[in-house]
């Protein structure tokens, strides 16, 4: 098995597809969090070693991504990121911005409050349940500042081409904020491609609670959040003054969540010990089957068939999603449904025998459901 169920906390009996909304824990975050508690007790030098371990975390989202440790801020989540990319852009009345009515509502939302600075939201509707990248090419034009989409899906498992768009996109200095929540960690994930990266720590990372900001310094010339705060800058020559780091460390206003920073490095080492290549095979054969056989019971299935434009997340969409997800729930089978779809998550711990055991069940459910 690609990653033994054994490594992990409370998965024994469990066929677990809800990866995409709340992922296990591994055994190993309870030796993270002893060693955090340790540091904790050590007075400056727990301190000291706090920032260090998100150093670590730092490097090793560089070489998951492409881009240098210094690009990488920890933020409280990925909609916290999303508002540092925002707050920094110098907004002028007529302006634009562009995503899909798909997109997540941390984005949606976030676009929306622009309202307020005459700045128009353009949200570009799918082709059924597709997002295609020529309507969002085609709805920017000179007054777009910045394009919002995710690499894959949360609502329909679809995974976007983000090098022709980025190839798209940057001719005109349009700004492209790729939200990386439902890729990093499962798929290749070429932080390169975009000017800015959010992704949520909790998720196919395998960590907790947390977020994390890329800013690639090497395409976008700049990020100045208004939120900023005492780790965001270094003292300027008088009081009132600072200068901000050089880095995407600059929209960490204070402390990160040094506790989510250890966690995260365990996780962060155990993927990588696996390959994300690895991962990635492993998935699309998995969720590949799964699909196929979603589609066989007659499901409207949102997610697309070929590899390259899916990852993890398989979806369908159903009147009783949420009856369907608490009848798999009693028969120890965790998936997650909400807005009317039901999503199957494969991660590097789903085998064989999870997925024959949903697709034995769920026409039964289907039954219950209807």
């Known amino acids: 098995m690609l990653a033994p169920k054994s490594d992990f906390i409370g998965l024994e009996g469990i066929t677990h597809l809800a990866t995409g909304g709340e992922p296990p824990l591994l055994k190993s975050h309870r030796e993270a969090f002893e060693e955090f508690a340790r540091d904790k007790a050590c007075g400056f030098g727990g ?15 560089a070489a998951m991504t492409g881009l240098a440790a210094n690009d990488f801020a920890l933020l409280g989540s990925a909609s916290a990121g999303i508002a540092s990319v925002l707050s920094s852009i110098n907004w002028r009345s007529g302006d634009n911005v562009v995503t899909s ?22 949200l570009v509707e799918p ?13 920017c034009d000179a007054r777009t500042r910045i394009v919002y ?25 349009i700004a492209l904020l790729v939200d990386v929540s439902h890729a990093l960690g499962v798929v290749p994930v070429d932080g390169r491609l975009a000017d800015f990266i959010v992704c949520a720590g909790y998720k196919w990372l395998l960590g907790t609670h947390t977020g994390i900001l890329a ?13 900023i705060g005492w780790n965001s800058a270094s003292q300027g020559p008088t009081p009132a003054s600072y200068r901000l780091k050089h880095g995407a460390g600059r929209a960490e206003a204070g402390n990160p969540n040094h506790l989510d920073a250890y966690l995260l490095r365990t996780s962060l ?22 699909r196929t056989a979603l589609a066989e019971l007659g499901l409207t299935v949102t997610t697309p068939a070929e590899p390259v434009a899916r990852a993890g997340n398989i979806c369908f969409t159903h009147p009783a999603a ?14 997650w449904a909400d807005s009317g779809r039901v999503r199957l998550s494969v991660h590097a711990f789903v085998d064989e025998d999870d997925i024959a055991r949903v697709l034995a069940r769920l026409p039964e459910y289907l039954s219950k459901a209807s």
């Open 47 to 61: 301190y000291r070693a706090h920032w260090a371990v998100g150093d670590d975390v730092r490097g090793q989202l």
């Open 322 to 335: 949420e009856r369907l997800m608490e009848l798999a729930a009693e028969d120890d089978i965790l998936v």
């Open 149 to 173: 989409v995710s690499q894959v899906s949360y609502l329909t498992g679809q995974a976007l081409d983000i090098a022709t768009l980025s190839a798209a996109l940057r001719p005109d200095g």
């Open 101 to 122: 009515s798909l997109e997540y509502a941390s984005g949606r939302y976030a676009f929306a409050r622009l309202a307020g600075l005459e700045v128009e939201t353009r």
């Open 269 to 290: 080492a155990y993927l990588g010990a696996i390959g994300i290549d690895c991962i990635a095979r492993h998935v699309w054969a998995f969720s590949g089957t799964l």
């Open 215 to 227: 800013w690639n310094k090497a395409s976008w010339r700049d990020l100045e959040p208004l939120h």
């Open 127 to 139: 082709a059924g349940w597709q997002v295609e990248l020529d309507g969002l090419i085609a709805a």
